[in-house]
Nanobody, 127 residues
């Protein structure tokens, strides 16, 4: 059974940090790009950051560059999103997804046709 288990969300004050985890199982992790997407109320879903599990190449949307860091632990089949200097506008439900043999930039920018999606985890940043 394929699973993408996202965790680590919560409530934090502006300027604080959170680390999201996406634990994958049921597919060959190294063959996939893994990405984090977010959707705020009334907004379209957007690609936040994506990583190639095998190559380690990464992509960040402009609004999170310098604040968020994506990383992959292939031994644990887990991708992390370290979020620092959080802002109220980062408030959203965060989802992780997997796409077979995709470049991170392509994955984050398309936001459709993903092979697998996990359930979301809520991130709330108070001002």
């Amino acid at each position: 059974e394929v699973q993408l288990q996202a965790s680590g969300g919560g409530l934090v004050q502006a300027g604080g940090s959170l680390r999201l985890s996406c634990a994958a199982s049921g597919f060959t992790f190294d063959d996939y790009a893994i990405g984090w997407f977010r959707q705020a109320p009334g907004m379209e879903r957007e690609g936040v950051s994506c990583i190639s599990s095998s190559a380690g190449s990464t992509y960040y949307t402009d609004s999170v560059k310098g604040r968020f860091t994506i990383s992959s632990d292939n031994a644990k089949n887990t991708v992390y999103l370290q979020m620092n200097s959080l802002k109220p506008e980062d408030t959203a439900v965060y989802y992780c997804a997997a796409l077979y043999f995709s470049a991170p930039q392509e994955m984050c920018r398309k936001d459709y046709g993903m092979d697998y999606w996990g359930k979301g985890t809520q991130v709330t940043v108070s001002s």
